[in-house]
């Protein structure tokens, strides 16, 4: 059985990535992840640390999110599965980037959100294939698309 890889993308304050992870562990399913840069200070300050400072924190922050997107773009494109997952604390303007990003190259997306994001999420809802709200739910779904088995 050949691997899938699978970009876990979205919050980074909550365990959710560690539960899908222990999860297809633990159904000895063939599943390579990747995921973003999760150190926030450290995904902030890249590209200033590396390229060199800036006054402006428009310019700070434009840095670190185009050394930050050559990660996240090259993990998606070699996805088979984009999951992005949304938390109730921040708005997460970047995982919606990369949900968009992933059904513009027509990869399998799965969102994974509370009930209570429906309405403002209702567009990239429309875009997955899948809207979980749980970490198992999303282990589970894996596990039926890589094996065909469905427990009743």
Same mark, same amino acid.
């Given at each position: 059985? %050949?691997?899938? #890889? ?7 304050h ?28 450290? %995904? ?20 670190? =999110? ?6 996240? #773009? ?27 990003? =992933? ?5 399998s ?29 999303v ?12 427990? #009743?």
């Open positions: 059985m %050949s691997m899938w #890889r699978v970009y876990l993308s979205g919050e980074i909550t365990d959710w990535r560690e539960r899908i992870v222990d999860g297809v562990k633990a159904l000895d399913l063939p599943v390579e992840f990747s995921a973003p840069v999760t150190d926030h200070s450290a %995904s902030d300050d890249c590209g200033a640390v590396i390229l060199g400072g800036e006054d402006k924190k428009f310019w700070y922050d434009h840095k670190g =999110a185009k050394v930050n997107a050559i990660r996240t #773009r090259t993990l998606i494109e070699k996805a088979d599965i984009v999951v992005v997952r949304f938390g109730d604390q921040y708005k997460q303007w970047n995982a919606a980037f990369d949900a968009g990003y =992933a059904s513009a190259l027509g990869k997306l799965i969102v994974v959100h509370d009930p209570s994001l429906t309405h403002p999420l209702k567009e990239v809802d429309g875009a997955a294939l899948a809207v979980a709200e749980t970490s198992e739910q282990a589970e779904i894996l596990k039926y698309v890589i094996l065909g088995q469905l427990d #009743r």
